[in-house]
DNA sequence: GGGCAAATTGCAAATGATTTGCATTTATGC
DNA sequence: GCATAAATGCAAATCATTTGCAATTTGCCC
């Protein structure tokens, strides 16, 4: 399966650095999405410049890699792209805690927009904001 | 229905102040939600401070007048609350035209979040990304 | 309407995320 | 291994947003 992730890589003319391999293996350990600060922390030895993160991140991003994911805190996060479970997250206003909602029921919606409206959605932005049931008790 | 919005201010001990007046004449005029700088370009003479207009919308976002809409661009946006019609952007990627989805189906999928996980949804965030029906012909 | 205290504004400087230029280092094709 | 293109680190730049503070405006009482 790394070689997919390299030949997506080759295909493009892009090299599979070191970087690029840690940059993967760190967001496929991360159980909610990671900043690009939080990124660089989970380095322990030869911390990677920030400049660097944000290039492979974009990079990554425009190659269908990663998926980015606006919480509206201020900066961006990112995780793996698993296109064959498109994810949304609800954020605890508590705790913070970030979990992902696996199924998404908006086709529906979507289609009832193209009918509508004739916009053609392509994709969408959906996150949940509330509090988790450890903090509610 | 000005008075509603001053007795807001005045409730919670804000003035309601020209600029407020003005801002909130701009955003109910906007057929889409507006930028910080594209509500400071609104105006033909003596152009507010930015900082003004952000401490603005962030007190009338915090007083439930004005709600922030963020679709990934690097800035916020901001438009007028309408609690009675709960709304959803449409963003076509040629154009850049914004567009209102009105109605909201996910009541289902918040309640499905509650049974699965105990997450006590408050509110959500949801635009869509494509191609509008003038830039698909 | 005038006067005062509190709230608001403008301006300049600070902050924080992200981007960019460039010299150095690393990866790839031969 | 070598030459070349791509990637990285570092420093400086950029852009959105925030903050401190002095000058101005507003709300309120007379």
Redesign the interface.
Known sequence: MTNDIKKVFRNNGKSFTGLRSSLLDILGAASSPLSPKEIRDSFSLNKPDLASIYRNLSLMESLGIVD?V?L?EGFKRYEISRPESHRHH?I??SCGKI?D?H????Q???K??FRT?????????????????VC?K
């Open positions: 980015c606006d509206g609800v605890c206003r979990e909602v199924e998404c029921g908006l529906e919606m979507e009832k927009i409206t004739g916009f053609k959605t392509e994709k969408h932005r959906l996150e949940f904001f509330g509090v988790c049931a509610r």
